[in-house]
């Protein structure tokens, strides 16, 4: 194949919407510069950004709200064409006795008294009050079913789902039309199902799940969809969409981490992470897939209700010790350029052959539908950390779906290359000489996307 080019990218001002966001965490508690961070951001085309208000933060004095830091960041983001959202929380030491760290990280309101609540409350109230008009949704607390995010219980979903109400209570008082969600990590069924049954109906507006498995493909099932799909129904959230609110891969891992138990890792497979989530995400009509996170957070320790981490895995897409991109950063330009645009899931139906020497269970394919032009994604599931590379000879049988000049786009490379007429039959739609990876790669129109 002839590589013809390279695929356009464009920053946030750039694209009025897309399906990826990142995570810009952590700032409540010192751990990563945002000032270095402002246009780098903007720099990879995504759209939205997770932002955490820090109560013990922004009152450091009874009843008095500093929220100048907490307005550079919102207003920054903005100001690039990104579109910030909360995740209230965290706790605060001035009504909180027994903190297990400095910043009340975990330590939930409702166990800590009623004085405790109400400041809670008018937190939420004063939050809400100064940022109207400049954030719509807001998600209640991190990680609930969590250890080191609830304490000093235990995960209880019941709980969980009234601080959903008391919180979405004080912030409707303000902004009547907020958007409310909820979020979890790695809770089953009947942690959802108490969670959706306790929440009034209605009251939920999105539900956003947590992802961080070692195979992407095993963390993300469509059975878990779609019965988190038909609980959200059962118990009247029938409009509350399902975003994907935090997930990674780091570029670095601590021995003993859930997503590498030898610890290490490299900048490739945290890339080709993020496309395979990305493309996952897309297939199970997840609305918002937010990448975890920004910079590696290396500022300080980084601390939880259970645990201090002196270096945690390296989540960021920017170092976090000299702020410069790592290679994802070129890998989301590609991702947010692709799922730019009006983008719906394809009912076209392909098929993938991989050649024989090549180990894989099954190819995963998906197909979707951009500006209402067809595109197919391919790729080889097999461990990231196998790095496999990029091996040649996979055919395919692709519905002749208006694609005259097939094209492949490699977006770990961000190359278009031109399919060899040879190799395209336009009668059937079958490919020849197709290049395989581990990641995926798109076949579709060369009028598809822009090309430089």
């Known amino acids: 194949m002839e590589i013809i080019g390279k695929l356009k990218t464009y920053r946030s001002d ?6 990826i966001g990142i995570g810009f965490e952590c700032v409540d508690r010192d751990l990563i510069k945002p000032e270095k961070c402002y246009d780098l951001f903007a720099e990879t085309g995504a759209k939205l950004a997770r932002c955490q208000t820090g109560w013990a933060k922004t009152e450091r004095v009874k009843g008095i709200y500093d929220f100048a830091w907490l307005d550079d960041i919102v207003d920054n ?10 995740n209230v929380g965290y706790g605060n030491p001035l009504y909180m006795n027994d903190v297990s760290n400095p910043t009340a990280v975990g330590c939930v309101p409702l166990f800590y008294g009623e004085e405790c609540i109400a400041a809670w409350m008018n937190f939420l109230k004063a939050t809400a009050e100064h940022f ?16 080191h995010f609830w304490y000093p219980n235990k995960p ?4 969980y789902a009234e601080l959903v109400s008391v919180s979405a209570r004080a912030i409707k008082e303000v902004i009547p039309d907020a958007r409310i969600g909820a979020c979890t990590s790695n809770s089953g069924m009947p942690y959802m199902f108490t969670l959706f049954k306790n929440i009034p109906a209605g009251e939920l507006d999105f539900y956003s799940f947590h992802s961080y498995d070692r195979i992407p493909e095993e963390s993300w099932r469509s059975e878990k969809y779609s019965k988190a799909r038909k609980l959200l129904d059962a118990f009247g959230h029938k409009n509350c969409e399902i975003w994907m609110g935090e997930g990674g891969h780091a570029s670095w891992h601590p021995v003993g981490h859930s997503q590498c138990k ?6 490739r497979r945290q890339a080709i992470w993020f496309l395979r989530r990305g493309m996952l995400d897309l297939a199970a009509e997840v609305k918002l897939t937010s990448f975890f996170m920004i910079a590696d957070v290396y500022e300080k320790p980084y601390e939880t209700a259970a645990k201090t981490e002196k270096k945690p895995a390296a989540h960021g897409i920017l170092n976090g010790l000299t702020y410069t991109p790592k290679k994802v950063h070129s890998v989301l330009k590609n991702l947010c350029a692709v799922l730019g645009g009006d983008i719906v899931k394809g009912e076209g ?12 269970k099954r190819p995963k394919t998906v197909s979707f ?11 080889n599931p097999i461990p990231v950390d196998e790095d496999s590379g990029v091996r040649q000879g996979a055919s395919a049988d692709i519905p002749l779906s208006g694609i005259e ?23 059937t739609g079958h490919i020849e000489n197709l290049p395989i990876a581990d990641y995926p790669m798109l076949i579709c129109d060369k009028d598809t996307f822009e090309c430089v």
Not at 369 to 379: D, H, P, S, T, V
């Open 132 to 147: 109207k008009g400049r954030i719509t949704h807001w998600e209640i607390w991190n990680e609930p079913d969590g250890v």
């Open 77 to 86: 983001l903005i100001a690039r064409g990104v579109t910030p959202w909360f």
């Open 156 to 159: 209880d979903p019941k709980a």
């Open 262 to 267: 030898a610890g290490g890792g490299n900048e």
């Open 14 to 19: 750039e694209l009025k919407k897309t399906r």
């Open 405 to 427: 000049n097939p094209v492949v786009i490699d977006l770990l490379e961000g190359t278009v290359s031109l399919i060899d007429p040879e190799d395209f039959d336009k009668e």
């Open 369 to 379: 539908l951009r500006n209402g032009k067809e595109i197919f994604a391919y790729w």
């Open 349 to 360: 139906v392909f098929h993938v052959d991989f050649p024989f020497e090549i180990f894989c």
